[in-house]
């Protein structure tokens, strides 16, 4: 298992359950994680980064980029919502 790129993907992911009516596109996504990581976590050495594991869930995950330890998981739907929160207090 590994931590995928952010660049380059072209799906979508199941969120909020499973099944075609819950997928949102994984460029969706990816521009919620980059969002979320703008300013602050960023200045703390921390990130959240997606995790794509063979027949497993997408996951994202926060991760301090010094020791690359995993500090927090979040599902996509989570990370979707808050950068639509940030969003909504710019």
């Known amino acids: 298992m590994g931590i ?15 099944g075609q009516d819950n997928l949102v596109p994984i460029e969706e ?6 969002a979320v990581n703008r300013g602050e976590l960023e200045a ?5 980064k997606l995790r794509r594991g063979a027949g497993k869930p997408v996951i994202v995950e926060l991760v301090q980029q010094d020791s690359g330890d995993v500090i927090d998981l979040l599902l996509p ?5 808050m950068a639509a ?6």
């Open 4 to 18: 995928g790129s952010l660049n380059g993907i072209s799906m979508s992911v199941a969120v909020g359950g499973f």
């Open 29 to 34: 996504l990816v521009a919620a994680i980059r």
């Open 44 to 48: 703390r050495g921390r990130v959240w």
């Open 77 to 81: 739907e989570e990370v979707v919502r």
């Open 85 to 90: 929160g940030l969003e909504k207090e710019r």
